[in-house]
């Protein structure tokens, strides 16, 4: 595809990936949790759940969300409940301090495994990426060239912004390390946090499609 297209692809994917959402209340959370070195398999694992939103999206899942009501409503619902799940147990997780959080690096309270199936499920259970994967993707293709490339480079380029984006996040809020060190303010940042996440799987619930 054209540079200038790619460009352009990248400046739409800026704007979507540093938009607070799913992937980066996470990576927030769980660096508040974990710390920032664990925060990078949650991240990884939501990297790997774009490529398979990605894939799913080129075989043809955005369209059958799109004209499907009961496909749409399960992927929905499905998405909707994983999301509360993790803002429930957020809200009720006692509060960790920071320096607690860098000296339990031996047995961390989540293993990487979980971690990374924790960022892969967030991203698969949302149907706005894969309804955003089946909108925007076609916009940038360049006809008489490989879909399939030109699939993979959109796909890694929107995968590198957003681990950036998740980066970037979880920096500004570790700037917060003294502001968070109370007991009090964790407790608040959990209470905050795991409300954010139930709102943002309760906002699924609204999506309606064609076929709704």
């Not at 960790?96 to 990487?112: F, V």
């Not at 495994?113 to 990426?129: D, H, I, W, Y």
């Not at 970037?168 to 954010?196: D, P």
Request: net charge positive; charged share 10%; aromatic share 10%.
């Amino acid at each position: 595809m054209p540079f200038s297209t790619w460009l352009l692809f990248c400046g739409v994917a800026l704007l979507v990936t540093f938009s607070p959402g799913p992937g980066v209340l996470l990576a927030i959370s769980n660096s508040m949790a974990v710390g920032a070195r664990h925060t990078v398999f949650s991240s990884l694992g939501n990297a790997a759940g774009l490529f398979i939103v990605s894939g799913a999206a080129t075989a043809g899942m955005g369209a059958l969300l799109a004209v499907s009501a009961s496909a749409f409503l399960v992927v929905k619902l499905v998405g909707a409940g994983y999301l509360v799940y993790l803002g429930i147990r957020q809200w009720r997780s006692a509060p960790l301090k920071l320096g607690e959080a860098a000296s339990s690096r031996r047995d961390p309270p989540h293993t990487a495994g979980r971690l990374f199936l924790q960022g892969m499920g967030v991203a698969v259970t949302n149907p706005k990426a894969i309804l955003f994967f089946t909108a925007l993707f076609p916009q940038f293709l360049t006809p008489g060239h490989s879909v399939l490339l030109q699939t993979l480079l959109l796909t890694a380029t929107f995968t590198v912004l957003a681990l950036v984006s998740h980066a970037v996040y979880v920096g500004l809020f570790r700037s917060l390390r003294r502001f968070l060190a109370e007991a009090r303010h964790l407790r608040l940042f959990n209470r905050i946090s795991g409300g954010l996440f139930v709102l943002l799987g309760l906002s699924l619930l609204k999506l309606r499609n064609k076929a709704a």
